[in-house]
Nanobody, 115 residues
């Protein structure tokens, strides 16, 4: 239900834009966000999410470099990543969850940052 795109291999300091499309999900009824998982780490860490009222919750490690945007009508959730660092390399996942216990994940898109 969640389909990510936009990952790839980029050099440090450059930008990348990830997109998530979820045509069967009403974005207004879910908390939409981006998470990432690094190699050898079973835990997915929050990158950024859009809370009720459009409040943005963003990780300190990417604050000022990454920006999340949502278009509920188009069912898209984007993550603009600027000034990428090698430590940003990970598989990035789109997530949709709500208070009823629904928790959906995309298949992930890999971002590699290397010179």
């Amino acid at each position: 239900q969640l389909v990510e795109s936009g990952g790839g291999l980029v050099e440090p300091g450059t930008s990348l834009r990830l997109s998530c499309v979820a045509t069967s999900i009403d974005f207004r009824r879910f908390t939409m966000g981006w998470y990432r998982q690094t190699p050898g780490n079973q835990r997915r860490e929050l990158v950024a999410r859009v809370l009720d009222g459009g409040v943005i919750d963003i990780a300190d490690s990417v604050r000022g470099r990454f920006a999340i945007s949502i278009d509920a009508d188009k069912h898209t959730l984007d993550l603009q990543m600027n000034s990428l660092k090698p430590e940003d390399a990970a598989v990035y996942f789109c997530n949709a969850r709500n208070h009823l216990g629904f928790n959906f994940w995309g298949q992930g898109t890999r971002v590699t940052v290397s010179s």
